[in-house]
């Protein structure tokens, strides 16, 4: 089985400013790690994932995650956030053999300041 | 279609009654995930169909909750005699495949209101 942990529930950054959403994870097999993101109103999207090779994964519009299986993080970082990146964030596993369910995180939401 | 739909939308209920939520996943798409999404509690993993195996319901909350999958494509969530504490967004995704790395697509969801 797999556990999720999203330490920080709330984060507000000012525009253009670094911001690093954490999240840690516990499983006793191997396993995938995704970020998902929620924009307001909107249906869950995939931001980024890490299935294998380099620990370091980055999506489009300039996040990027690390795998750092020895402190079991997956931390979701971008160097400038902006108005439009406001959204709700979410972590997930799952383990790499099969379909199976993803685990998420309680969720980080994400409010840029103008 | 061109993604995973839901319907309804949004769904407002009397404690009591029972609700049924749809889910059309994408053509082709061999496995079918419901979570649920509420307040404070992030997304729980309810229900999972894989092909023609029996489904994995090992997230389901209590016994008034049940789902099926017909065809192997369009699968409907059934919440009897529904709570208060069943108010939430329900989710269905869908994934291709066998492979684990395969990424899940999700539904926009349906919002149940249970009065």
């Known amino acids: 089985a797999q556990s999720v942990t999203q330490l920080d529930s709330q984060v507000p950054v000012f525009e253009e400013a670094p911001v690093e959403l954490r999240c840690n994870y516990s499983s006793s097999v191997s396993v995938y790690l995704f970020w998902y993101v929620q924009y307001p109103n909107q249906g869950l999207q995939l931001l980024l994932k890490y299935l294998s090779g380099s620990t370091l994964v980055e999506s489009i519009n300039g996040f990027e995650a690390e795998f750092n299986k020895s402190q079991t993080s997956f931390h979701l970082r971008k160097p400038s956030v902006h108005i439009s990146d406001t959204a709700e964030y979410f972590c997930a596993v799952r383990g790499n053999s099969g379909n199976t369910p993803l685990v998420f995180g309680k969720g980080t939401r994400l409010s840029v300041i103008a | 279609g061109a993604g995973v739909s839901q319907s309804p939308s949004n769904k407002v209920t009397e404690k009591g009654k029972d609700v049924e939520l749809r889910c059309d996943p994408i053509?082709?798409?061999?496995?079918l995930y419901w979570y649920r999404q509420s307040l404070g509690q992030g997304l729980e993993f309810l229900i999972y169909?894989?092909?023609?195996?029996?489904?994995?319901k090992s997230g389901l909350p209590s016994d008034r909750f049940s789902a099926e999958r017909t065809g192997g494509s369009v699968s409907t969530l059934t919440i009897q005699r529904t709570q208060q504490e069943d108010s939430a967004v329900y989710l269905c995704a869908s994934t291709p495949g066998l492979a684990g790395n395969n990424e899940q697509f999700f539904g926009p969801g349906t919002r149940l209101t249970v009065l």
């Open positions: 053509s082709g798409h061999t496995a």
């Open positions: 169909f894989q092909g023609n195996s029996a489904p994995d």
